[in-house]
């Protein structure tokens, strides 16, 4: 599926600033022209130079237009070019967010930073990368060859021949250049990814793993950097080759011309320099091929993401959920991943105010059990229904807002403690909050502690009851707890528990554990294992 480049803001915004960048590169081989007929006028006959003021005029009017005319192409072009940005971040952020953290499983972190980088950058600014310079390149060519033939043909073919021939090599070239874009982009990615798993991997030494590869990446974006310097200076001598033989060609005829009597000598200066100026519109030209690949590389990878089916989908038509506590209900669910058959046939009711504990061995499928109810993933047979209505056919948003989760490995966000609570509770008061935080025995964890990126800078144990309190701060109908006490020691998971059978009240209960003491919590007790659930008998003591 291809798309059109700057898809999101479509290519409208683009127009004034590629006309402004043409009318710049015109203006600019106009200056030198007139410059070079009035410094040859001038030169020529110097008493005559106040008659000249109409020229003298028009270059100065050329230099300061010129100048008005980049300084307008580069004002609106990146205006224009950052709105399409932020218009394709929204789209992006869109497509993401229906993924969830299944692009996590699908593509590493270093590629997934590559989208809302390298990619769009690429894409936002290919107008201005691609279409600019052309456009900017055939005015000045049309302008000079068109001035230049309707003096002399073979004047307007000396100059278009090499022109032309120039402006071919960059096209000749697109291959190498597309190539070498695609390579260097794809290299970047590598990179970041290895630089973050590398990060990610450093406390426990296994870094060293990745430097071999960090570096040998590092080699390969320099040689590939140093073939693209290798290919510029290519077209660059190229260029400036084709150059010497215009300017050889046009210097030639021009003096035949004005020998002739056919060509007045100031012109000459005239010639020559407009000549030299459309030449200077062909530099940008070498870049568009790899800006070319680059944005339809980019755009390429955006397509491959908006191909894919992400695991769980909003429904057209959601259905509408009444108010209140519902019962929660898995009906003969079966669930196949990775090719085996986690699940079969689970049926677990959970009424409004049940209190269920599941336990089980590692990898039985407990939290995905959980991720069932908040749709992390569809069964594959049988249905998770809500006040009867099957999951599938509810809104995600209206369905996790009834519910609250806590994760086992507790991932919180980079910011303070005080805004990782409100993700649950927007409107908590802070009293609420450090009361809360108090009673899990975190006293001395202060509301404007920064937890760095996924809680990294507090203890396992800490990370584990802010995202506790996360989850009973919100005010949902259904509590998932998934190992609500790992990570503390005894007296603290004692206490935890005391919370716990506090803030449950009134709500249904589902927690996943290994542990013996948050089963006191429970009215119910199954155990998953081999894909089917087993109830346990249960001594329910009150929670000291
Ligand atoms: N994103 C995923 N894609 C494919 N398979 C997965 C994914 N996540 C988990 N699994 C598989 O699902 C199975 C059940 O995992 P799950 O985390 O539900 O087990 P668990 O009972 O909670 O284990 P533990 O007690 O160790 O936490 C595992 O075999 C695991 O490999």
Same mark, same amino acid.
């Given at each position: 599926?291809?798309?059109?480049?700057?898809?999101?803001?479509?290519?409208?915004?683009?127009?004034?600033?590629?006309?402004?960048?043409?009318?710049?590169?015109?203006?600019?081989?106009?200056?030198?022209? #007139?410059?070079?007929?009035?410094?040859?006028?001038?030169?020529?006959?110097?008493?005559?130079?106040?008659?000249?003021?109409?020229?003298?005029?028009? !270059?100065?009017?050329?230099?300061?237009?010129?100048?008005?005319?980049?300084?307008?192409?580069?004002?609106?072009?990146?205006?224009?070019?950052?709105?399409?940005?932020?218009?394709?971040?929204?789209?992006?952020?869109?497509?993401?967010?229906?993924?969830?953290?299944?692009?996590?499983?699908?593509?590493?972190?270093?590629?997934?930073?590559?989208?809302?980088?390298?990619?769009?950058?690429?894409?936002?600014?290919?107008?201005?990368?691609?279409?600019?310079?052309?456009?900017?390149?055939?005015?000045?060519?049309?302008?000079?060859? +068109?001035? @230049?033939?309707?003096?002399?043909?073979?004047?307007?073919?000396?100059?278009?021949?090499?022109?032309?021939?120039?402006?071919?090599?960059?096209?000749?070239?697109?291959?190498?250049?597309? &190539?070498?874009?695609?390579?260097?982009?794809? @290299?970047?990615?590598?990179?970041?990814?290895?630089?973050?798993?590398?990060?990610?991997?450093?406390?426990?030494?296994?870094?060293?793993?990745?430097?071999?590869?960090?570096?040998?990446?590092? +080699?390969?974006?320099?040689?590939?950097?140093?073939?693209?310097?290798?290919?510029?200076?290519?077209?660059?001598?190229?260029?400036?080759?084709?150059?010497?033989?215009?300017?050889?060609?046009?210097?030639?005829?021009?003096?035949?011309?004005?020998?002739? +009597?056919? @060509?007045?000598?100031?012109?000459?200066?005239?010639?020559?320099?407009?000549?030299?100026?459309?030449?200077?519109?062909?530099?940008?030209?070498?870049?568009?091929?790899?800006?070319?690949?680059?944005?339809?590389?980019?755009?390429?990878?955006?397509? &491959?993401?908006?191909?894919?089916?992400?695991?769980?989908?909003?429904?057209?038509?959601?259905?509408?959920?009444?108010?209140?506590?519902?019962?929660?209900?898995?009906?003969?669910?079966?669930?196949?991943?990775?090719?085996?058959?986690?699940?079969?046939?689970?049926?677990?009711?959970?009424?409004?105010?049940?209190?269920?504990?599941?336990?089980?061995?590692?990898?039985?499928?407990?939290?995905?059990?959980?991720?069932?109810?908040?749709?992390?993933?569809?069964?594959? !047979?049988?249905?998770?229904?809500?006040?009867?209505?099957?999951?599938?056919?509810?809104?995600?948003?209206?369905?996790?807002?009834?519910?609250?989760? *806590?994760?086992?490995?507790?991932?919180?966000?980079?910011?303070?403690?005080?805004?990782?609570?409100?993700?649950?509770?927007?409107?908590?008061?802070?009293?609420?909050?450090?009361?809360?935080?108090?009673?899990?025995?975190?006293?001395?964890?202060?509301?404007?502690?920064?937890? +760095?990126?996924?809680?990294?800078?507090?203890?396992?144990?800490?990370?584990?009851?802010?995202?506790?309190?996360?989850?009973?701060?919100?005010?949902?109908?259904?509590?998932?707890?998934? &190992?609500?006490?790992?990570?503390?020691?005894?007296?603290?998971?004692?206490?935890?528990?005391?919370?716990?059978?506090?803030?449950? #009240?009134?709500?249904?209960?589902?927690?996943?554990?290994?542990?013996?003491?948050?089963?006191?919590?429970?009215?119910?007790?199954?155990? @998953?294992?081999?894909? *089917?659930?087993?109830?346990?008998?249960?001594?329910?003591?009150?929670?000291?």
């Amino acid at each position: 599926m291809t798309r059109p480049m700057n898809r999101a803001g479509g290519w409208r915004p683009f127009v004034l600033p590629t006309l402004l960048g043409v009318a710049a590169t015109l203006a600019g081989v106009t200056l030198a022209g #007139a410059s070079g007929r009035l410094i040859a006028r001038a030169a020529l006959r110097p008493e005559v130079f106040l008659s000249l003021t109409l020229l003298v005029t028009l !270059v100065r009017g050329l230099g300061v237009g010129r100048a008005g005319l980049r300084y307008a192409e580069r004002l609106t072009g990146h205006a224009a070019a950052l709105r399409a940005g932020e218009a394709e971040r929204a789209a992006l952020f869109d497509r993401v967010s229906r993924f969830g953290r299944d692009l996590l499983a699908r593509e590493r972190g270093g590629d997934l930073l590559a989208r809302s980088g390298a990619d769009l950058d690429a894409r936002q600014f290919a107008a201005l990368r691609v279409t600019l310079p052309l456009l900017g390149f055939a005015g000045a060519a049309l302008l000079a060859g +068109g001035w @230049l033939l309707s003096l002399d043909a073979r004047l307007g073919l000396s100059v278009l021949g090499p022109l032309l021939l120039a402006a071919a090599l960059p096209w000749l070239a697109r291959a190498r250049a597309a &190539e070498l874009a695609r390579e260097e982009a794809r @290299l970047a990615r590598e990179h970041g990814a290895a630089l973050l798993d590398a990060l990610s991997a450093s406390a426990d030494g296994a870094a060293q793993l990745w430097a071999p590869r960090l570096d040998a990446l590092n +080699g390969q974006l320099r040689r590939v950097t140093q073939a693209q310097g290798h290919l510029q200076t290519g077209l660059t001598l190229g260029r400036e080759a084709l150059f010497a033989l215009c300017f050889t060609l046009v210097l030639t005829r021009g003096l035949t011309l004005v020998e002739a +009597g056919a @060509l007045g000598g100031a012109w000459l200066a005239a010639v020559v320099l407009l000549a030299a100026s459309s030449f200077d519109a062909l530099t940008p030209l070498a870049l568009v091929p790899g800006a070319h690949a680059a944005a339809q590389a980019a755009q390429e990878r955006d397509a &491959e993401l908006s191909d894919v089916q992400p695991a769980v989908t909003d429904p057209d038509h959601p259905s509408p959920l009444p108010p209140g506590p519902l019962p929660l209900t898995l009906d003969g669910v079966g669930l196949t991943r990775g090719g085996r058959d986690l699940l079969r046939g689970v049926t677990l009711p959970l009424p409004p105010g049940a209190r269920v504990a599941v336990t089980g061995p590692s990898g039985a499928g407990k939290s995905t059990l959980l991720g069932l109810i908040s749709r992390d993933l569809d069964p594959t !047979v049988g249905q998770v229904t809500l006040g009867g209505t099957d999951l599938r056919t509810l809104a995600l948003a209206d369905l996790r807002a009834r519910l609250s989760l *806590h994760e086992q490995d507790a991932p919180l966000l980079d910011g303070t403690v005080a805004e990782n609570l409100r993700l649950g509770a927007p409107h908590a008061p802070p009293e609420r909050l450090r009361a809360l935080l108090d009673d899990l025995g975190l006293a001395d964890l202060p509301l404007d502690t920064w937890v +760095g990126e996924g809680g990294t800078r507090l203890s396992g144990g800490q990370r584990a009851r802010v995202s506790l309190a996360r989850a009973l701060l919100k005010r949902s109908d259904v509590l998932l707890l998934d &190992e609500p006490t790992a990570h503390l020691d005894p007296d603290t998971e004692a206490r935890v528990l005391r919370v716990l059978g506090r803030e449950c #009240a009134g709500r249904t209960l589902l927690l996943v554990t290994h542990r013996p003491a948050p089963l006191i919590l429970a009215d119910q007790v199954y155990r @998953l294992q081999d894909g *089917h659930l087993h109830s346990l008998p249960t001594t329910r003591k009150k929670v000291i």
